[in-house]
């Protein structure tokens, strides 16, 4: 029903932009008289695409007010319950950390005694398992699960390839446009059409 309202609402904007957009479709400029016809038709697209714009905010403007006071409302719990996560999560982290170098020692012994032949590779492979963290731990209220994960981390900007690296256009037009001569960089010039309303 109420898609049928909206269809019913968006008609006259469907009907009117169709006829504008076969109308550009069919226009050629090549002469004075066709620039002024082009401007008349911009004009007209121009008005009907603020009339749409329009009535889009008037539908949109009140739900995002809606949604940005209810992230407002929450925001600070959310906040709450993050540092509280992070804490637990980094204090998890410590201890297994702690218990991964005991581990790495205590392997490290054993990899020891099996290269000078005082334990077989059975015996230690056990003795490994049996000094390893363990990696899950499941309780009523949840489960942990401890993973390698692999991060990377940028040492020496200057070292890194050409290839790798993303100019920055907002910066560069910025600077640019202000007058500044950047290696590499040009300013141009080029046509542009503002269609303004009346």
């Given at each position: 029903?109420e898609?049928?309202?909206?269809?019913q609402?968006?008609a006259?904007?469907?009907?009117?932009?169709?006829?504008?957009?076969?109308?550009?479709?069919?226009?050629?400029?090549?002469?004075?008289?066709d620039?002024?016809?082009?401007t008349?038709?911009?004009?007209?697209?121009?008005?009907v695409?603020?009339?749409?714009?329009?009535?889009?905010?008037?539908?949109?403007?009140?739900?995002?007010?809606?949604?940005?006071?209810?992230?407002d409302?929450?925001?600070?719990?959310?906040?709450?319950?993050?540092?509280?996560?992070?804490?637990?999560k980094?204090?998890?982290?410590?201890?297994?950390?702690?218990?991964?170098?005991?581990?790495?020692?205590k392997?490290?012994?054993?990899?020891?005694?099996v290269?000078?032949?005082?334990?077989?590779?059975?015996?230690?492979?056990?003795?490994i398992?049996?000094?390893?963290?363990?990696?899950?731990?499941?309780?009523?209220?949840?489960?942990?699960?401890?993973?390698t994960?692999?991060?990377?981390?940028?040492?020496?900007?200057?070292?890194?390839?050409?290839?790798?690296?993303?100019?920055?256009?907002?910066k560069?037009?910025?600077?640019?446009?202000?007058?500044?001569t950047i290696?590499?960089?040009?300013?141009?010039?080029?046509?542009?059409?503002?269609?303004?309303?009346?």
């Open positions: 029903m898609n049928v309202k909206l269809s609402e968006l006259p904007f469907v009907a009117t932009i169709s006829k504008a957009e076969a109308a550009a479709t069919a226009l050629t400029v090549k002469t004075a008289d620039l002024t016809g082009a008349e038709l911009l004009g007209k697209i121009k008005t695409g603020k009339a749409i714009t329009a009535k889009k905010e008037s539908m949109t403007k009140p739900l995002n007010e809606a949604l940005r006071n209810i992230r409302f929450f925001r600070p719990v959310e906040a709450q319950w993050a540092n509280a996560e992070q804490i637990v980094g204090k998890m982290i410590d201890y297994q950390n702690a218990e991964l170098a005991k581990a790495a020692k392997t490290e012994v054993i990899e020891q005694k290269e000078s032949g005082k334990m077989s590779f059975e015996k230690a492979a056990e003795k398992e049996a000094v390893t963290p363990q990696k899950n731990v499941t309780t009523a209220a949840g489960a942990a699960q401890f993973r994960v692999k991060e990377v981390v940028i040492d020496n900007e200057t070292l890194i390839p050409r290839e790798y690296l993303i100019l920055d256009m907002v560069i037009r910025k600077v640019a446009l202000a007058g500044v290696p590499g960089v040009r300013v141009i010039e080029k046509q542009a059409v503002a269609g303004i309303t009346r």
